[in-house]
């Protein structure tokens, strides 16, 4: 069964304050590992698909990278506009869903 | 462009009661499938479809029925509505293969259900 742990379930930062999320994947063959945010009241918005390790990709203030075991979401110097909910997910081979984790919910103070 | 359309975007049920949960994507997608969102447990899957005509059971398919006649349409039934399935539901779309991983799954706004 594949399973996505998300850490930490929420995170307060300062404006400019840079962090990190992680999410920590079990699946039998990975065919892609997905980011999205998700602002309250909406669905969840695409950021990224990792497909091997050491793959990294960047959007604006965040790079998500890929390791055999696990993913972080880097945010560089956030603003408050960042603040949302950001939800990791696994697809595996041979299938055409995804396997989301809880997520973690971003609040960036000015 | 619409995406991925759900309807309605509220809705009150009784217990026992049934209705369809519309879900409608005009990008040509061969995929599509239904969520769930509660608080604490995260999005899980409740069915899903590869194709017209076909369709499968996710991690929660009981109490839900689904059909897909046609590429763009994918509703999602309730039988006889419990309190358990109060929730937020997504519909969301995808091209095949590769494309999926390249262009992500695309979601709806979401349909926020309460069962009383």
């Known amino acids: 069964e594949d399973q996505v742990t998300q850490s930490p379930e929420a995170l307060r930062l300062q404006e400019g304050e840079s962090s990190s999320l992680n999410c920590s994947y079990t699946?039998?063959?990975?065919?892609?590992l997905f980011w999205y945010r998700q602002d309250p009241g909406k669905g969840p918005e695409f950021l990224f698909t990792l497909y091997s390790a050491g793959e990294e990709k960047e959007k604006e203030r965040l790079k998500a990278t890929l390791t055999k075991k696990e993913s972080f979401l880097h945010i560089t110097a956030p603003k408050p506009e960042d603040s949302a909910t950001y939800l990791c997910a696994v697809r595996r081979t041979g299938y055409s869903t995804l396997t989301f984790g809880k997520g973690t919910m971003l609040l960036v103070s000015p | 462009n619409a995406g991925v359309t759900q309807t309605p975007k509220f809705q009150v049920l009784k217990t026992g009661q049934s209705m369809t949960l519309q879900c409608a994507q005009d990008?040509?997608?061969?995929?599509m499938s239904w969520y769930r969102q509660d608080p604490g447990m995260g999005l899980r899957l409740i069915h899903y479809?590869?194709?017209?005509?076909?369709?499968d059971q996710g991690e929660v398919p009981n109490g839900y029925n689904v059909s897909r006649s046609t590429t763009e349409d994918f509703p999602l039934r309730l039988l006889s509505a419990a309190p358990s399935q109060t929730s937020v539901y997504f519909c969301?779309?995808?091209?095949?293969?590769?494309?999926?991983?390249?262009?992500?799954?695309?979601f709806g706004s979401g349909t926020r259900l309460t069962v009383v």
């Open positions: 699946v039998s063959g990975l065919r892609g």
């Open positions: 479809s590869v194709g017209a005509g076909i369709t």
């Open positions: 969301a779309s995808s091209y095949h293969g590769q494309g999926a991983g390249n262009y992500g799954y695309t």
């Open positions: 990008m040509n997608h061969e995929y």
